[in-house]
């Protein structure tokens, strides 16, 4: 594995324990967070799969945007589409006043976060932990 790619690996396991050590908070009001970080997460997993493919690593932030510069090298991942839909709502939608997260759409979250972080780091030769 590439060194750059490691290092997307490294800050999106961040975003992943963020994710899950929050999920088991009984803190109040954080499932936007909870849901941000699952964002995250696959959004630099998805950087991590660019980078180790030599392909340019664009600065956005759009799941479905990345997922379109990977599906030539991965085109079953395009089952991930509807998982990536809502994981992009935790990326701006539920960043501002008047959109909340509920404690439903933060396990959901997790849950699609957790699926995909899976293929990803199988297709980086990691564990699917």
Same mark, same amino acid.
């Given at each position: 594995?590439?060194? *750059?790619? +490691?290092?997307?690996?490294?800050?999106? #396991?961040? *975003?992943?324990?963020?994710?899950?050590?929050?999920?088991?908070?009984?803190?109040?009001?954080?499932?936007? &967070?909870? @849901?941000?970080?699952?964002?995250?997460?696959? #959004?630099?997993?998805?950087?991590?799969? =660019? #980078?180790? #493919?030599?392909?340019?690593?664009?600065? &956005?932030? /759009?799941?479905?945007? =990345?997922? +379109? %510069?990977? %599906?030539?090298?991965?085109?079953?991942?395009? /089952?991930?589409?509807?998982?990536?839909?809502?994981?992009?709502?935790?990326?701006? !939608?539920?960043?501002?006043? @008047?959109?909340?997260?509920?404690?439903?759409?933060?396990?959901?979250?997790?849950?699609?976060?957790?699926? &995909?972080? @899976?293929?990803?780091?199988?297709?980086? +030769?990691?564990? !699917?932990?």
């Amino acid at each position: 594995m590439k060194a *750059d790619t +490691g290092e997307w690996v490294r800050f999106a #396991e961040a *975003d992943f324990n963020a994710a899950t050590a929050l999920n088991r908070s009984r803190a109040k009001h954080i499932s936007n &967070i909870i @849901g941000f970080h699952c964002q995250q997460c696959v #959004e630099k997993y998805f950087k991590a799969r =660019l #980078e180790e #493919e030599s392909l340019p690593v664009p600065k &956005i932030h /759009s799941l479905t945007a =990345l997922l +379109g %510069l990977l %599906l030539p090298k991965e085109p079953l991942w395009a /089952s991930f589409t509807p998982s990536l839909l809502l994981l992009n709502n935790f990326a701006v !939608k539920f960043r501002y006043p @008047g959109h909340v997260a509920t404690r439903a759409d933060a396990r959901e979250a997790l849950k699609a976060c957790r699926s &995909i972080r @899976g293929e990803v780091r199988l297709s980086l +030769g990691l564990s !699917k932990k």
